[in-house]
Protein backbone atom coordinates (compact mmCIF):
# COMPACT_ATOMS: atom_id res chain seq x y z
CA UNK A 1 0.00 0.00 0.00
CA UNK A 2 2.81 2.43 0.71
CA UNK A 3 4.71 1.88 -2.25
CA UNK A 4 1.72 2.66 -4.00
CA UNK A 5 0.86 5.69 -2.63
CA UNK A 6 4.65 6.34 -3.31
CA UNK A 7 3.94 6.24 -6.81
CA UNK A 8 3.16 9.45 -8.59
CA UNK A 9 0.37 8.51 -10.73
CA UNK A 10 -1.19 6.33 -7.51
CA UNK A 11 -1.35 9.62 -5.71
CA UNK A 12 -2.79 11.35 -8.18
CA UNK A 13 -5.35 9.37 -8.60
CA UNK A 14 -5.98 8.88 -4.73
CA UNK A 15 -6.04 13.03 -4.42
CA UNK A 16 -8.22 13.12 -7.05
CA UNK A 17 -10.74 10.83 -5.70
CA UNK A 18 -10.04 12.79 -2.48
CA UNK A 19 -11.49 15.82 -4.34
CA UNK A 20 -14.65 14.03 -5.78
CA UNK A 21 -15.75 13.17 -2.32
CA UNK A 22 -15.23 16.51 -1.02
CA UNK A 23 -16.89 18.54 -3.59
CA UNK A 24 -20.21 15.05 -3.84
CA UNK A 25 -20.21 15.77 0.49
CA UNK A 26 -20.51 19.60 0.01
CA UNK A 27 -22.89 19.45 -2.60
CA UNK A 28 -25.00 17.25 -0.78
CA UNK A 29 -24.69 19.37 2.42
CA UNK A 30 -25.74 22.38 1.01
CA UNK A 31 -28.72 20.71 -0.79
CA UNK A 32 -29.83 19.32 2.65
CA UNK A 33 -29.94 22.52 4.97
CA UNK A 34 -30.99 24.44 1.55
CA UNK A 35 -35.05 24.54 2.83
CA UNK A 36 -33.50 26.04 6.69
CA UNK A 37 -31.79 29.07 4.57
CA UNK A 38 -34.28 32.34 5.31
CA UNK A 39 -32.63 34.44 3.39
CA UNK A 40 -30.92 32.37 0.86
CA UNK A 41 -31.61 32.48 -2.79
CA UNK A 42 -32.46 28.84 -3.25
CA UNK A 43 -32.66 28.45 -7.00
CA UNK A 44 -29.07 29.79 -7.14
CA UNK A 45 -27.76 27.90 -4.25
CA UNK A 46 -29.23 24.48 -5.92
CA UNK A 47 -27.40 25.42 -9.07
CA UNK A 48 -24.08 25.76 -7.26
CA UNK A 49 -24.74 22.59 -5.14
CA UNK A 50 -25.57 20.84 -8.83
CA UNK A 51 -22.81 21.53 -10.51
CA UNK A 52 -20.82 20.84 -7.36
CA UNK A 53 -21.71 17.55 -7.47
CA UNK A 54 -21.61 17.10 -10.94
CA UNK A 55 -17.46 18.15 -10.84
CA UNK A 56 -17.29 15.74 -8.22
CA UNK A 57 -18.01 13.11 -10.79
CA UNK A 58 -16.10 13.85 -13.00
CA UNK A 59 -13.43 13.76 -10.64
CA UNK A 60 -13.78 10.31 -8.91
CA UNK A 61 -13.94 9.16 -12.62
CA UNK A 62 -11.33 11.37 -13.97
CA UNK A 63 -7.98 9.24 -15.29
CA UNK A 64 -5.96 11.51 -12.94
CA UNK A 65 -3.20 8.58 -13.01
CA UNK A 66 -2.17 8.92 -16.75
CA UNK A 67 -1.96 13.13 -16.29
CA UNK A 68 0.70 14.98 -15.16
CA UNK A 69 0.72 15.07 -11.13
CA UNK A 70 -0.08 19.14 -11.17
CA UNK A 71 -3.51 18.30 -12.64
CA UNK A 72 -5.21 17.80 -10.10
CA UNK A 73 -4.22 21.69 -9.45
CA UNK A 74 -7.07 22.33 -11.95
CA UNK A 75 -10.00 21.64 -9.56
CA UNK A 76 -9.25 24.71 -6.85
CA UNK A 77 -10.25 27.56 -9.27
CA UNK A 78 -13.76 25.91 -9.95
CA UNK A 79 -13.62 24.68 -6.23
CA UNK A 80 -13.16 28.45 -5.49
CA UNK A 81 -15.94 29.88 -7.88
CA UNK A 82 -18.29 27.38 -6.78
CA UNK A 83 -17.53 28.74 -3.28
CA UNK A 84 -17.89 32.36 -4.25
CA UNK A 85 -21.42 31.49 -5.57
CA UNK A 86 -22.46 29.81 -2.75
CA UNK A 87 -21.42 32.69 -0.68
CA UNK A 88 -22.92 35.13 -2.72
CA UNK A 89 -26.71 33.09 -3.02
CA UNK A 90 -26.30 32.15 0.66
CA UNK A 91 -27.69 35.30 2.35
CA UNK A 92 -26.59 38.00 4.94
CA UNK A 93 -25.15 35.39 7.69
CA UNK A 94 -21.25 35.55 7.10
CA UNK A 95 -20.65 32.87 9.56
CA UNK A 96 -20.27 29.98 7.13
CA UNK A 97 -18.42 31.70 4.48
CA UNK A 98 -14.94 30.50 5.36
CA UNK A 99 -15.87 26.69 5.85
CA UNK A 100 -14.93 25.67 2.49
CA UNK A 101 -12.22 27.68 2.06
CA UNK A 102 -10.74 25.07 5.06
CA UNK A 103 -11.88 22.22 3.30
CA UNK A 104 -10.48 23.40 0.10
CA UNK A 105 -6.93 24.17 1.93
CA UNK A 106 -7.07 20.86 3.29
CA UNK A 107 -7.29 19.23 0.36
CA UNK A 108 -4.36 21.67 -1.38
CA UNK A 109 -2.34 20.81 1.79
CA UNK A 110 -2.86 17.10 1.30
CA UNK A 111 -2.38 16.84 -2.31
CA UNK A 112 0.40 19.34 -3.01
CA UNK A 113 3.65 21.26 -2.09
CA UNK A 114 3.85 23.80 0.50
CA UNK A 115 4.20 26.47 -1.88
CA UNK A 116 0.64 25.13 -3.53
CA UNK A 117 -1.51 27.37 -0.53
CA UNK A 118 0.61 30.41 -0.77
CA UNK A 119 -0.32 30.18 -4.48
CA UNK A 120 -3.40 29.86 -4.32
CA UNK A 121 -3.66 32.44 -1.72
CA UNK A 122 -5.21 35.59 -3.76
CA UNK A 123 -7.68 33.39 -5.71
CA UNK A 124 -8.61 32.31 -2.87
CA UNK A 125 -9.01 35.99 -1.17
CA UNK A 126 -10.83 37.14 -4.58
CA UNK A 127 -13.31 34.31 -4.13
CA UNK A 128 -14.10 35.59 -0.64
CA UNK A 129 -14.24 38.98 -1.33
CA UNK A 130 -16.62 39.17 -4.32
CA UNK A 131 -19.33 38.33 -2.93
CA UNK A 132 -19.37 40.27 0.13
CA UNK A 133 -20.24 42.81 -2.63
CA UNK A 134 -23.39 41.70 -2.80
CA UNK A 135 -24.41 41.78 0.67
CA UNK A 136 -27.10 44.34 1.87
CA UNK A 137 -25.55 46.97 4.09
CA UNK A 138 -22.16 45.13 4.11
CA UNK A 139 -19.51 46.19 6.79
CA UNK A 140 -16.95 46.08 4.31
CA UNK A 141 -13.83 46.61 6.73
CA UNK A 142 -14.64 44.23 9.36
CA UNK A 143 -15.32 42.04 6.09
CA UNK A 144 -12.13 42.28 4.27
CA UNK A 145 -10.45 42.04 7.59
CA UNK A 146 -12.33 38.45 8.72
CA UNK A 147 -11.45 37.27 4.80
CA UNK A 148 -7.74 38.00 5.40
CA UNK A 149 -7.91 36.20 8.47
CA UNK A 150 -9.52 33.10 7.34
CA UNK A 151 -7.54 32.91 4.14
CA UNK A 152 -4.32 33.38 5.99
CA UNK A 153 -5.57 30.84 8.55
CA UNK A 154 -6.80 28.17 5.70
CA UNK A 155 -2.97 28.92 4.00
CA UNK A 156 -1.40 28.00 7.26
CA UNK A 157 -3.85 25.24 7.78
CA UNK A 158 -2.86 23.81 3.95
CA UNK A 159 1.05 24.67 4.33
CA UNK A 160 1.04 22.51 7.13
CA UNK A 161 -0.67 19.59 6.25
CA UNK A 162 1.86 20.33 3.33
CA UNK A 163 4.86 19.65 4.61
CA UNK A 164 4.04 17.21 6.87
CA UNK A 165 2.45 14.93 4.38
CA UNK A 166 5.84 15.59 2.08
CA UNK A 167 8.12 14.51 5.35
CA UNK A 168 5.98 11.60 5.61
CA UNK A 169 6.32 10.93 2.40
CA UNK A 170 10.28 10.97 2.40
CA UNK A 171 10.28 9.15 5.67
CA UNK A 172 7.79 6.22 3.44
CA UNK A 173 10.40 6.43 0.35
CA UNK A 174 13.30 5.98 3.27
CA UNK A 175 12.30 3.11 4.86
CA UNK A 176 11.39 1.37 1.52
CA UNK A 177 14.91 2.19 0.39
CA UNK A 178 16.09 0.37 4.14
CA UNK A 179 13.50 -2.53 3.38
CA UNK A 180 14.86 -3.14 -0.43
CA UNK A 181 18.53 -2.44 0.36
CA UNK A 182 18.08 -5.27 3.34
CA UNK A 183 15.97 -7.32 0.81
CA UNK A 184 18.50 -7.43 -1.61
CA UNK A 185 21.56 -7.77 0.55
CA UNK A 186 19.65 -10.80 1.92
CA UNK A 187 19.21 -12.21 -1.52
CA UNK A 188 23.21 -11.48 -1.94
CA UNK A 189 24.02 -13.32 0.91
CA UNK A 190 21.81 -16.37 -0.12
CA UNK A 191 23.22 -16.47 -3.41
CA UNK A 192 27.07 -15.83 -2.27
CA UNK A 193 25.99 -19.60 -0.21
CA UNK A 194 24.57 -21.30 -2.82
CA UNK A 195 27.60 -19.90 -5.62
CA UNK A 196 30.28 -21.59 -3.05
CA UNK A 197 28.08 -24.99 -2.84
CA UNK A 198 27.66 -24.98 -6.41
CA UNK A 199 31.22 -24.41 -7.41
CA UNK A 200 32.86 -26.54 -4.30
CA UNK A 201 30.38 -29.13 -5.51
CA UNK A 202 31.09 -28.76 -9.29
CA UNK A 203 34.74 -28.85 -8.49
CA UNK A 204 35.05 -31.61 -6.52
CA UNK A 205 33.53 -33.99 -8.47
CA UNK A 206 36.06 -34.05 -11.56
CA UNK A 207 39.18 -33.88 -9.23
CA UNK A 208 37.95 -36.41 -7.67
CA UNK A 209 37.74 -38.50 -10.26
CA UNK A 210 40.58 -37.21 -11.95
CA UNK A 211 42.53 -37.84 -8.51
CA UNK A 212 41.16 -41.39 -8.77
CA UNK A 213 42.42 -42.49 -11.77
CA UNK A 214 45.94 -41.14 -11.68
CA UNK A 215 46.67 -42.33 -8.45
CA UNK A 216 45.91 -46.05 -10.70
CA UNK A 217 48.63 -45.56 -12.91
CA UNK A 218 50.98 -45.08 -10.31
CA UNK A 219 51.20 -49.18 -10.60
CA UNK A 220 52.87 -49.72 -13.65
CA UNK A 221 49.94 -48.75 -16.14
CA UNK A 222 49.52 -50.40 -19.98
CA UNK A 223 49.29 -48.17 -22.80
CA UNK A 224 45.36 -48.62 -22.72
CA UNK A 225 45.11 -47.55 -19.20
CA UNK A 226 47.62 -44.81 -19.97
CA UNK A 227 45.00 -43.40 -22.68
CA UNK A 228 41.52 -43.96 -20.89
CA UNK A 229 43.31 -41.97 -18.58
CA UNK A 230 44.22 -38.96 -20.44
CA UNK A 231 40.81 -39.09 -22.20
CA UNK A 232 38.84 -39.08 -19.02
CA UNK A 233 41.48 -36.09 -17.71
CA UNK A 234 41.12 -34.19 -20.71
CA UNK A 235 37.51 -34.49 -20.16
CA UNK A 236 37.17 -33.73 -16.42
CA UNK A 237 39.35 -30.64 -17.58
CA UNK A 238 36.77 -29.62 -20.13
CA UNK A 239 34.08 -29.57 -17.93
CA UNK A 240 35.69 -27.70 -15.51
CA UNK A 241 36.99 -25.10 -18.20
CA UNK A 242 33.23 -25.10 -19.28
CA UNK A 243 32.36 -24.65 -15.57
CA UNK A 244 34.62 -21.29 -15.09
CA UNK A 245 33.65 -19.79 -18.58
CA UNK A 246 30.06 -19.87 -17.14
CA UNK A 247 30.78 -18.40 -13.54
CA UNK A 248 33.08 -15.67 -16.18
CA UNK A 249 30.21 -14.56 -17.65
CA UNK A 250 28.11 -14.15 -14.41
CA UNK A 251 30.92 -12.35 -12.90
CA UNK A 252 30.50 -9.70 -16.44
CA UNK A 253 27.00 -9.48 -16.40
CA UNK A 254 24.94 -8.14 -19.10
CA UNK A 255 27.29 -5.51 -19.70
CA UNK A 256 27.51 -4.99 -23.55
CA UNK A 257 30.72 -3.42 -23.41
CA UNK A 258 31.71 -6.58 -22.25
CA UNK A 259 31.21 -8.28 -25.48
CA UNK A 260 33.53 -8.31 -29.09
CA UNK A 261 31.09 -8.26 -31.63
CA UNK A 262 31.67 -9.33 -35.35
CA UNK A 263 29.57 -10.07 -38.30
CA UNK A 264 29.07 -14.03 -38.25
CA UNK A 265 28.17 -16.57 -40.71
CA UNK A 266 24.78 -18.05 -38.71
CA UNK A 267 25.74 -21.32 -41.07
CA UNK A 268 29.77 -21.09 -39.56
CA UNK A 269 28.44 -20.55 -35.72
CA UNK A 270 26.05 -23.93 -36.24
CA UNK A 271 28.44 -25.88 -38.57
CA UNK A 272 31.04 -25.25 -35.52
CA UNK A 273 28.66 -25.82 -32.51
CA UNK A 274 27.19 -28.89 -33.79
CA UNK A 275 31.01 -30.17 -34.33
CA UNK A 276 31.94 -29.67 -30.55
CA UNK A 277 28.63 -31.11 -29.69
CA UNK A 278 27.80 -34.49 -31.78
CA UNK A 279 29.91 -36.70 -29.85
CA UNK A 280 28.90 -35.44 -26.76
CA UNK A 281 25.07 -36.05 -27.83
CA UNK A 282 26.02 -39.73 -29.41
CA UNK A 283 24.58 -39.43 -32.94
CA UNK A 284 21.36 -37.58 -31.52
CA UNK A 285 21.55 -34.24 -32.94
CA UNK A 286 19.94 -33.21 -35.59
CA UNK A 287 20.80 -29.76 -37.62
CA UNK A 288 18.07 -27.69 -39.87
CA UNK A 289 19.09 -25.89 -42.73
CA UNK A 290 20.17 -22.39 -41.47
CA UNK A 291 18.29 -19.68 -43.76
CA UNK A 292 20.62 -18.73 -46.47
CA UNK A 293 22.86 -15.42 -46.50
CA UNK A 294 22.32 -15.49 -42.03
CA UNK A 295 24.56 -12.52 -40.71
CA UNK A 296 24.65 -12.63 -37.28
CA UNK A 297 26.12 -9.75 -35.48
CA UNK A 298 27.11 -11.30 -32.29
CA UNK A 299 30.04 -12.01 -29.85
CA UNK A 300 31.77 -15.46 -31.62
CA UNK A 301 32.94 -16.72 -28.12
CA UNK A 302 30.02 -15.57 -26.16
CA UNK A 303 27.49 -16.99 -28.96
CA UNK A 304 29.15 -20.10 -29.32
CA UNK A 305 29.23 -20.63 -25.47
CA UNK A 306 25.35 -19.82 -25.41
CA UNK A 307 24.83 -22.53 -27.91
CA UNK A 308 27.05 -24.86 -26.27
CA UNK A 309 25.09 -24.57 -22.82
CA UNK A 310 22.03 -25.00 -24.64
CA UNK A 311 22.62 -27.59 -26.37
CA UNK A 312 24.53 -29.27 -23.57
CA UNK A 313 21.46 -28.78 -21.47
CA UNK A 314 19.53 -31.05 -23.80
CA UNK A 315 21.85 -33.52 -23.71
CA UNK A 316 22.28 -33.72 -19.99
CA UNK A 317 17.74 -33.60 -19.09
CA UNK A 318 16.82 -36.05 -22.21
CA UNK A 319 16.94 -39.60 -22.65
CA UNK A 320 19.47 -41.70 -24.56
CA UNK A 321 18.45 -41.68 -28.39
CA UNK A 322 15.81 -38.53 -28.01
CA UNK A 323 16.55 -36.17 -30.78
CA UNK A 324 17.73 -32.97 -29.90
CA UNK A 325 17.88 -30.23 -33.01
CA UNK A 326 19.47 -27.08 -33.57
CA UNK A 327 18.00 -24.46 -35.86
CA UNK A 328 18.38 -21.26 -36.74
CA UNK A 329 14.75 -19.11 -37.39
CA UNK A 330 14.24 -15.70 -39.07
CA UNK A 331 12.28 -13.25 -37.61
CA UNK A 332 11.32 -9.95 -38.49
CA UNK A 333 14.18 -7.93 -36.21
CA UNK A 334 16.01 -10.75 -34.70
CA UNK A 335 17.84 -14.13 -35.05
CA UNK A 336 16.16 -17.22 -33.06
CA UNK A 337 18.40 -19.83 -32.27
CA UNK A 338 16.42 -22.99 -30.49
CA UNK A 339 17.46 -26.51 -29.45
CA UNK A 340 14.17 -28.47 -29.00
CA UNK A 341 14.06 -31.83 -27.19
CA UNK A 342 11.87 -34.54 -27.07
CA UNK A 343 13.37 -35.15 -23.14
CA UNK A 344 9.48 -34.91 -21.49
CA UNK A 345 10.11 -30.64 -21.00
CA UNK A 346 9.74 -28.72 -17.97
CA UNK A 347 7.49 -29.76 -14.80
CA UNK A 348 4.77 -27.33 -15.34
CA UNK A 349 5.52 -23.96 -13.74
CA UNK A 350 9.22 -24.19 -13.87
CA UNK A 351 9.02 -22.11 -17.18
CA UNK A 352 9.50 -18.89 -14.88
CA UNK A 353 12.65 -20.18 -13.04
CA UNK A 354 14.75 -22.12 -15.63
CA UNK A 355 16.56 -19.31 -17.11
CA UNK A 356 17.48 -18.13 -13.22
CA UNK A 357 21.32 -18.62 -11.71
CA UNK A 358 21.81 -21.70 -9.20
CA UNK A 359 18.40 -22.62 -9.94
CA UNK A 360 17.51 -26.56 -9.61
CA UNK A 361 13.97 -28.04 -11.26
CA UNK A 362 12.13 -31.03 -10.04
CA UNK A 363 14.46 -33.17 -13.02
CA UNK A 364 17.45 -31.09 -12.88
CA UNK A 365 20.99 -31.92 -12.23
CA UNK A 366 24.30 -30.01 -12.34
CA UNK A 367 25.43 -26.35 -11.81
CA UNK A 368 22.39 -24.92 -12.36
CA UNK A 369 24.03 -22.04 -13.50
CA UNK A 370 23.80 -23.19 -17.81
CA UNK A 371 20.85 -21.59 -18.52
CA UNK A 372 21.49 -18.29 -16.36
CA UNK A 373 24.63 -17.75 -18.42
CA UNK A 374 22.13 -17.70 -21.65
CA UNK A 375 20.31 -15.76 -20.77
CA UNK A 376 23.45 -13.34 -19.59
CA UNK A 377 24.38 -13.81 -22.44
CA UNK A 378 21.38 -13.02 -24.91
CA UNK A 379 20.91 -9.74 -22.46
CA UNK A 380 24.36 -8.29 -23.54
CA UNK A 381 23.70 -8.63 -26.57
CA UNK A 382 19.96 -6.75 -26.70
CA UNK A 383 17.91 -9.81 -27.10
CA UNK A 384 16.01 -12.64 -25.25
CA UNK A 385 16.47 -15.93 -23.80
CA UNK A 386 13.39 -18.19 -23.01
CA UNK A 387 11.42 -21.82 -23.40
CA UNK A 388 8.34 -23.45 -24.79
CA UNK A 389 7.46 -26.15 -22.74
CA UNK A 390 5.41 -29.05 -23.74
CA UNK A 391 5.52 -31.20 -20.25
CA UNK A 392 5.66 -34.85 -20.52
CA UNK A 393 6.74 -34.55 -24.44
CA UNK A 394 10.04 -32.27 -24.66
CA UNK A 395 10.70 -28.36 -24.75
CA UNK A 396 12.19 -25.75 -27.63
CA UNK A 397 14.70 -23.69 -25.66
CA UNK A 398 15.59 -20.16 -27.15
CA UNK A 399 18.12 -16.93 -27.34
CA UNK A 400 17.32 -14.02 -30.08
CA UNK A 401 20.25 -12.06 -31.51
CA UNK A 402 18.80 -8.82 -32.87
CA UNK A 403 19.79 -8.02 -36.44
Not at 135 to 159: E, F, H, K, R, W
Not at 221 to 238: I, M
Not at 285 to 291: N, R, T
Not at 349 to 354: K, L, M, P, Q, V
Request: include cysteine; charged fraction near 15%.
Amino acid sequence: MAASILNPAARSRLMGRVAAVLFLCSGAIVIVTLPFGEDVNKAGTLLVSVVTIAIGVFAWFAPWHRWPTWATVSLVPPAFALIAFGNAYGGADQHAYGVFFVVAFVWIGLAHPPWASVATAPLAMLAFVIPLQYLPNPNLADAYVSGVITIAVCVMVGGTLAWGTHRLVRTQEALLEQSETARRLHELDRMKSTFMSTVSHELRTPITIVRGHLEILRDDPTPEAVVDTTDLVLDELDAMTRLIEDLSVLARGEDPSSLRPAALDASDVVVDVAHKMRPILDGRLHVDAVPEGAVVIADPLRLRQALLNLLHNAGVHTTPGSPVTLRVVSERKVWRFEVDDEGGGLLPGEEDHAFSNFWHGGRSSGSGIGLGVVRTIARAHGGTAGVQNRPGEGATFWLTIPR
